[in-house]
């Protein structure tokens, strides 16, 4: 046996030991506003670091192409059984390694490439797999896209159904990135039955909601019901697939292994059935109205303070600011941001005239706070810090007013050491 074989990390690889310890302590010291980010329990954590990282399974529970399956058997049934209980579905494919794989085997199992399809604009808040030109789902496909309507920046359904009637998608995606307002699936699900399309909801940011109660289900109005599983869900890093009729079964499962994917990161899988379990006990269901009352009270807070809010406000965990009337750009607001320990991203906002590594907005959400023990109170005063810091960018420029950003880092720190995180790790 190797002599570092059974070394702690520590030990092993000191440089990647920093590393991890620093992103923990950047974690606890820095309030995370990025939308699609969370704060994983402890013991989703040990799962995803379990002794499953070293286990071939290829195949499905009880059809495997390799022995010793036993024990992974039992974490991919579990995580089967309690993903179809959490979102009330038939069936569930917990394989996915990430979002764009998930996305992926829809598209393998039920397009034919140069196949028409329709998804929600990028810079009206859709995501890359839902047919970015410089996507797979963009390259090989046929996207048509719906965006949101100039002046309300809300998806207008008589839109969304008028372009479903010229193009005739077989595939309608609904679900997004950077939407703040509820999805009307009833009305999706009658434009989709009127062209003959299929259905599909990548509902990855709102699925901690969607669990919790929060938000509207796509079940039972969409088909196929796509998830991302570290967002507002609160697990690791990973995707998966659900949906009610069987006969998408063999299409789906084979598109996910072996149509793309080998080895299932059985580790992975663990560690959502975890998360699953978290997700259906009571507490969660508090955690996610808990989720958006914050985002409410954030959104209110930027308001009052000056900066405008895409759509008026927000339903859901997210908000996007718009930070034109300022004169200061998304890339500056995120830079200026972090240096006062306020984590957030740039984000286009609709109809944006700037590229999008520049944008004249942030994207904003409210998950992570939430974890570790932020209400309304908490979120109001993180509205004010991002205004203080914003208004120090308006009129010093990108360098920002470093007095203004050395006092937030002041009343961050504070919050932070008030909410701690991973305490005792
Ligand atoms: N990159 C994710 C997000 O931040 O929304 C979506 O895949």
Redesign the pocket.
């Known amino acids: 046996m190797d002599a570092f074989w059974n070394d702690d990390l520590a030990t092993a690889d000191p440089e990647i030991a920093a590393a991890i310890a620093s992103e923990l302590g950047r974690q606890r010291d820095k309030i995370e506003l990025?939308?699609?980010?969370n704060i994983a329990s402890r013991a989703v954590l040990e799962a995803t670091g379990s002794v499953f990282t070293n286990k071939y399974a290829e195949g499905y529970p009880g059809k495997r192409y390799y022995g010793g399956c036993d024990y992974a058997d039992v974490v991919e049934s579990l995580a089967i059984e309690r993903a179809k209980s959490l979102f009330g579905c038939n069936f569930a494919n917990v394989q996915p390694n990430s979002?764009?794989q998930m996305n992926q085997a829809v598209f393998l199992a039920l397009l034919e490439p140069g196949d028409t399809f329709m998804g929600l604009d990028l810079n009206s808040g859709g995501?890359?797999?839902h047919g970015s030109p410089v996507n797979m789902s963009g390259k090989w496909f046929n996207p048509v896209s719906y965006g949101v309507e100039q002046g309300s920046e809300r998806i207008d359904m008589e839109e969304v159904a008028r372009i479903a009637r010229e193009h005739r998608p077989k595939l309608i995606i609904c679900g997004g990135?950077?939407y703040s307002r509820l999805w009307d699936f009833a009305a999706f699900r009658a434009i989709a039955d009127e062209v003959g399309a299929i259905l599909l909801c990548d509902m990855?940011?709102i699925s901690g909601l969607v669990a919790g109660g929060a938000h509207p289900s796509p079940f039972p109005h969409c088909d196929i019901v796509t998830s991302?599983t570290h967002?507002s869900l609160r697990g690791p890093r990973s995707g998966i697939i659900l949906w009610n009729d069987e006969k998408f079964t063999k299409p789906l499962n084979m598109a996910v292994f072996p149509g793309l994917q080998g080895g299932p990161l059985v580790h992975v899988i663990a560690a959502k059935a975890v998360a699953f379990r978290e997700a259906l006990q009571p507490e969660f269901g508090a955690y996610a109205h808990r989720i958006v009352e914050n985002a409410r009270a954030l959104a209110a807070s930027l308001e009052e303070n000056g900066l405008r809010i895409v759509s008026g406000g927000t339903d859901n965990h997210s908000m996007l600011v718009d930070l034109t009337a300022k004169d200061v750009t998304g890339k500056d607001a995120e830079k200026g941001l972090d240096r006062a320990w306020l984590t957030c991203?740039k984000n286009g906002i609709p109809f944006d005239t700037r590229s999008p590594f520049v944008t004249s907005g942030i994207?904003l959400g409210t998950p992570a706070g939430t974890t570790r023990g932020f209400g309304p109170a908490e979120f109001r005063t993180v509205g004010k810090l991002i205004a203080e810091v914003v208004e120090g960018l308006s009129q010093n420029g990108p360098e920002g007013d470093a007095r203004i950003e050395e006092s937030v880092r002041a009343r961050v720190s504070e919050l932070c050491r008030a909410f701690p995180v991973y305490p005792g790790m």
């Open positions: 990025i939308a699609s980010e979002g764009s995501h890359l797999t990135t950077a990855s940011h991302t967002k991203n994207r």
